[in-house]
């Protein structure tokens, strides 16, 4: 299977797209899930899950193809419902064929007829997948299939994996050619994460980017679960944007697919390169916030924090809000920080200068020799306090890593909490690091042993 984070394809042509469809709780995401190898798409025993459109990478046979796992489409829907369909007629539209999922031990419904009918007019290669076929006894279920008139149904187990060779087989046979995989320059475009509580306005922000509805927006408070990629181009170049769900409760508490949108948030994170951490401006920094603020430290990653709703915040909230930016914000001044409203575009322009500067800082390099004379300095001018008549000095420094910049400073002992922390702020007042967590390790020298 192919690395989500490392696009390894030639740009000599699109990659083929296929659409995941069908009614809600037929197994798509599961499906979806068996066909990319690993567990991607949330699967959850409650109906309609998946609320967008979600793109996954995926191969097979050495060939490389997009899945676009939807929301399961009811013709009859309304509300938001209405809108998860509307989002799978748009990714049929896109996409180069169809795999149509159905129970195959429910059988034919209304809703899946006028499924069909939609994919008829969409004029593009449909594969029938008749799911939850577990063993050769319910196999017979699903020759009434044959009834839709897609052709042949291909009885699979997304659960257990029975069948689905033959189903990728067949939709390889009608995907169009990809262009040949090859090494191209690892990484691709920069991996931002928009991460946040529910209902900040993170899936505006993305629509905003990405100039259309790309994401599900409704008032209900976590309507996005799945990671959204989003490859979207501003200021010339292209950016991968990954909306996440909203994490409302701690991980302990959160059940079923609040659990698993948190799990998918965390590996957001993980698989970024930059965290947008989007705040609502008109309410309190909240423990939710804090704790989201606290994974993308731990993780490593640049950080950038954008409050927004900026239209809705008085001249008494903007008091109060820089009040809680000193008392909560104060491990992450570094982060640079905008004001903006997704819902209206204003200052979103702030966001790509915001970014650039914290991946800067994120690979800044410090040599050893200037890091050194820096260190020789502040010993000098500002030595560690004496401790049970104890002095450690710092002897010598080098920077190990950058993204984040890591440091391993060797000293004569056990330096104090606070004198790290005065270390880690003068090296920030000295080499910049805007929008990244800097990391020391401290390695006291050994005594000798007589």
């Not at 698993?260 to 423990?287: K, M, P």
């Not at 330096?415 to 929008?435: N, P, Q, S, T």
Request: one cysteine or more.
């Amino acid at each position: 299977m192919s690395d989500p984070d490392i696009d390894t394809r030639v740009d000599t042509g699109p990659v083929p797209v296929l659409a995941v469809v069908g009614r809600p709780n037929v197994g798509k995401s599961t499906l979806v899930n068996r066909i990319l190898g690993r567990r991607e798409a949330v699967v959850e025993d409650i109906p309609g899950v998946t609320r967008d459109r979600v793109s996954y990478d995926a191969e097979w046979n050495g060939r490389a193809f997009t899945v676009v796992d939807t929301g399961g489409w009811d013709p009859d829907a309304r509300g938001l419902a209405e809108r998860i369909a509307a989002q799978a007629e748009i990714a049929v539209t896109l996409a180069d064929a169809t795999l149509f999922v159905v129970d195959a031990m429910v059988g034919i419904t209304d809703a899946d007829e006028e499924v069909v009918k939609i994919l008829r007019r969409s004029g593009k290669p449909v594969i029938l997948a008749a799911n939850k076929v577990d063993d050769q006894r319910t196999e017979a279920e699903t020759y009434g299939l044959w009834n839709l008139g897609l052709g042949e149904p291909y009885p699979v187990s997304a659960l257990h994996g029975r069948g689905s060779g033959d189903m990728l087989d067949a939709i390889l046979a009608v995907l169009p050619e990809p262009p040949p995989v090859a090494e191209k320059e690892l990484g691709g475009p920069r991996r931002i994460a928009i991460v946040g509580r529910p209902n900040v306005g993170k899936s505006s922000l993305l629509n905003k980017l990405a100039g259309e509805e790309r994401v599900l927006v409704d008032n209900v408070a976590g309507t996005t679960v799945d990671p959204v990629d989003e490859l979207v181009e501003l200021g010339g170049r292209q950016w991968r944007f990954i909306d996440t769900a909203g994490i409302r409760k701690r991980v302990k508490e959160a059940s079923g697919h609040e659990y698993y949108a948190w799990l998918r948030t965390s590996t957001a994170i993980e698989r970024a390169e930059v965290c947008v951490l989007v705040l609502d401006g008109q309410n309190s920094i909240a423990e939710q916030d804090m704790r989201i603020l606290q994974a993308v430290r731990e993780s490593g990653r640049a950080l950038v924090i954008a409050f927004n709703k900026w239209d809705l915040v008085d001249d008494e909230r903007r008091y109060y809000l820089d009040r809680e930016i000193e008392r909560d914000l104060v491990q992450v001044q570094w982060a640079p920080r905008i004001n903006i409203t997704a819902r209206t575009g204003w200052h979103i322009d702030r966001l790509v200068p915001a970014i650039d500067r914290a991946i800067e800082g994120w690979e800044t390099r410090v040599t050893t020799g200037a890091l050194n004379a820096f260190l020789g300095r502040l010993v000098a001018e500002h030595p560690h306090p004496v401790r049970s008549g104890k002095q450690p000095r710092v002897l010598f420094g080098t920077q190990a890593q950058t993204a984040p910049p890591t440091f391993v400073l060797f000293t004569s002992g056990k330096l104090d909490a606070g004198y790290e922390r005065f270390i880690e702020r003068r090296l920030r007042e000295e080499f910049g690091f805007v929008g990244t967590p800097i990391q020391l390790q401290v390695r006291p020298r050994e005594k000798r042993k007589r």
